[in-house]
């Protein structure tokens, strides 16, 4: 007599993380905590590390873990495009990633370890529904220093950040994907939310380093960099942070990150401030988020 089996287990999905990263030493990223955020997470991490003038790929090595793989590259120094190169050195590393799923982070953004099993959570409630390509996350825009959120619809509130595998996706520019599922146009993904946040440490880096990155970021979006001043922003743009920062991040925010900052009364609004200011007044009577998003919520 055949004796009756249980059904096979259903595995996890495998998610891959992945990066691109050129003189993250030089340029002040707290890549290193970034990476080791994400680690806990997936089954590899894929890093595209450009050649440059620091001992970045020398640090990556030195994690000495398994999970990562390191793809070398060579930056086209001649695109000056809207920031395309960013994208060519994204796709590079996600072309290589063999998850279900595709995790990018970019070298200034860190997870949380309290939020790590709600985002586990929401990729298996959402893997055996194709119709979510992909994971949508909150943003913590930290600014001037670790006690202060940029939250103006200047800055997205929201991105993309775990994408589907087997979907046809690119980056145009490296912040955002393009699904290509009709050959002829690109749309923006189809996404739920992963109802975890991003910690956002870019604009909290000492000013020195700021300025360097801002330069860099200028010669491969066809322009002059700005003076990098914390100071010039619209105070009501800002609100104090109240929560925790990752653990990873302690040693980091006390030695690399700008500490003394208070937002300046008498900072004289561009006039792109003053729109958005506008934008603010409109979202607090409506209760509706006016800043950019490049997806559609679909669950």
Same mark, same amino acid.
């Given at each position: 007599?055949?004796?009756?089996?249980?059904?096979?287990?259903?595995?996890?999905?495998?998610?891959?993380?992945?990066?691109?990263?050129?003189?993250?030493?030089e340029?002040?990223?707290?890549?290193?905590?970034?990476?080791?955020?994400?680690l #806990?997470?997936?089954?590899?991490?894929?890093?595209?590390?450009?050649?440059?003038?620091?001992?970045t790929l020398?640090?990556?090595h030195?994690?000495?873990? #398994?999970?990562i793989?390191?793809?070398?590259?060579?930056?086209?120094?001649?695109?000056?495009?809207?920031?395309?190169?960013?994208?060519?050195?994204?796709?590079?590393?996600?072309?290589?990633c063999?998850? !279900?799923?595709?995790?990018y982070?970019e070298? &200034?953004?860190?997870?949380?370890?309290? !939020?790590?099993?709600?985002?586990?959570?929401s990729? %298996?409630?959402?893997h055996?529904? @194709?119709?979510v390509? %992909?994971l949508?996350f909150?943003?913590?825009?930290?600014?001037?220093? @670790?006690?202060w959120?940029a939250?103006? #619809?200047?800055?997205?509130?929201r991105?993309?950040?775990?994408?589907?595998n087997?979907?046809?996706?690119?980056?145009? &520019?490296?912040?955002?994907?393009?699904?290509m *599922?009709?050959?002829?146009?690109?749309?923006h993904?189809?996404?739920?939310?992963?109802l975890?946040p991003?910690?956002?440490?870019?604009?909290?880096?000492?000013?020195?380093?700021?300025?360097?990155?801002?330069n860099?970021?200028?010669?491969?979006w066809?322009?002059?960099p700005p003076?990098? *001043?914390?100071a010039?922003? &619209?105070?009501?743009?800002?609100?104090?942070?109240?929560?925790?920062?990752?653990a990873?991040?302690?040693?980091?925010?006390?030695?690399?990150?700008?500490t003394?900052?208070?937002?300046?009364?008498?900072?004289?609004?561009?006039?792109?401030?003053?729109?958005h200011r506008?934008?603010?007044a409109?979202?607090?009577?409506?209760?509706?988020?006016?800043s950019?998003?490049?997806?559609?919520?679909?669950?």
């Amino acid at each position: 007599m055949n004796t009756p089996t249980s059904a096979p287990a259903a595995t996890a999905p495998l998610i891959s993380g992945f990066t691109f990263l050129r003189n993250g030493v030089e340029l002040g990223f707290p890549f290193i905590e970034s990476i080791q955020s994400l680690l #806990p997470l997936v089954h590899e991490y894929v890093i595209a590390v450009g050649a440059g003038r620091d001992d970045t790929l020398a640090r990556i090595h030195a994690l000495g873990s #398994p999970k990562i793989r390191i793809i070398e590259t060579v930056w086209n120094e001649r695109m000056a495009e809207r920031g395309f190169v960013y994208a060519q050195q994204k796709m590079i590393a996600q072309y290589a990633c063999t998850g !279900d799923w595709a995790f990018y982070l970019e070298g &200034d953004e860190v997870l949380h370890e309290a !939020d790590l099993p709600t985002i586990a959570a929401s990729v %298996a409630r959402h893997h055996a529904n @194709p119709q979510v390509e %992909a994971l949508v996350f909150d943003y913590l825009h930290f600014y001037g220093s @670790p006690h202060w959120l940029a939250s103006s #619809p200047a800055w997205y509130r929201r991105e993309c950040r775990l994408i589907r595998n087997t979907i046809r996706s690119y980056a145009p &520019d490296g912040q955002f994907w393009v699904v290509m *599922d009709q050959h002829k146009r690109g749309r923006h993904p189809q996404a739920a939310l992963a109802l975890a946040p991003i910690y956002h440490y870019g604009h909290v880096r000492r000013t020195d380093y700021m300025q360097q990155k801002m330069n860099q970021v200028a010669r491969y979006w066809n322009g002059a960099p700005p003076k990098v *001043d914390y100071a010039q922003i &619209d105070p009501q743009s800002l609100k104090p942070f109240t929560g925790s920062h990752p653990a990873v991040m302690a040693h980091w925010l006390a030695h690399e990150a700008e500490t003394q900052y208070t937002p300046n009364p008498g900072h004289v609004l561009t006039r792109r401030e003053r729109k958005h200011r506008i934008s603010m007044a409109i979202e607090r009577a409506t209760g509706w988020d006016l800043s950019h998003k490049h997806y559609k919520l679909v669950a």
